[in-house]
T-cell receptor, first 110, second 112 residues
Framework: NAGVTQTPKFRILKIGQSMTLQCTQD?????MYWYRQDPGMGLKLIYY???????DKGEVPNGYNVSRSTTEDFPLRLELAAPSQTSVYFC?????????FGPGTRLTVT | GEDVEQSLFLSVREGDSSVINCTYT??????LYWYKQEPGAGLQLLTY?????DMKQDQRLTVLLNKKDKHLSLRIADTQTGDSAIYFC????????????FGTGTRLTIIP
């Protein structure tokens, strides 16, 4: 199993650009999550999904969108990038207990 | 909403014990977790404790839970250089969607 994979590893965006962060898991987990990690702030939940076709907002959803058309994939979309979205983004999946994290995407918006 | 707090930094001499502390506010927490993040990597589950337990031991790791004070601690015995990492406390109170609330993380530095 590859576990949770994320692409890209790094990305620099200009203000106002759009991009999609990809997340895929091969463990057949129902639950998937997107977090952002800012220095000294811990992880904040952006969006989560309890199964294909179902998504819900987390603590900091503004400026982001998600979709869950399959069990495996949970992409995160930034429509109009802002400097405040500079962060490290982690995707995670779970079967109901332990959350398994991807390696993260470091995003800089300038 | 739920809140989880930790100190940001801890330095410990190699071979000593490390104690990382965490406080939380949600009295309905069902599970409490410790995750470890090594440089450039995602988080990995280190250990966990159910809210109806006071203590859990797993090799060099000891987790203590004081429900009255809403205080959780992680003790690492015989700290090694490989223990250098950021340690996150997390609580889960709404079983069913598996959402976790994370603390800010404690960066553990080992002094040779």
């Amino acid at each position: 199993n590859a576990g949770v994979t994320q692409t890209p590893k790094f990305r620099i965006l200009k203000i106002g650009q759009s991009m999609t962060l990809q997340c895929t898991q091969d463990m057949n987990h129902n639950y998937m999550y997107w977090y952002r990690q800012d220095p000294g702030m811990g992880l904040k939940l952006i969006y989560y999904s309890v199964g294909a076709g179902i998504t819900d907002k987390g603590e900091v959803p503004n400026g982001y969108n998600v979709s869950r058309s399959t069990t495996e994939d949970f992409p995160l979309r930034l429509e109009l990038a802002a400097p405040s979205q500079t962060s490290v983004y982690f995707c995670a999946s779970s079967a109901g207990f332990e959350q398994y994290f991807g390696p993260g995407t470091r995003l800089t918006v300038t | 909403g739920e809140d989880v707090e930790q100190s940001l930094f801890l330095s410990v001499r190699e071979g000593d014990s490390s104690v990382i502390n965490c406080t939380y506010t949600d009295s309905s927490s069902t599970y409490l977790y410790w995750y470890k993040q090594e440089p450039g990597a995602g988080l990995q589950l280190l250990t966990y404790i159910f809210s109806n337990m006071d203590m859990k031991q797993d090799q060099r790791l000891t987790v203590l839970l004081n429900k009255k004070d809403k205080h959780l601690s992680l003790r690492i015995a015989d700290t090694q250089t490989g223990d250098s990492a950021i340690y996150f406390c997390a609580e889960q109170s709404n079983f069913g969607n598996e959402k976790l609330t994370f603390g800010t993380g404690t960066r553990l530095t080992i002094i040779p």
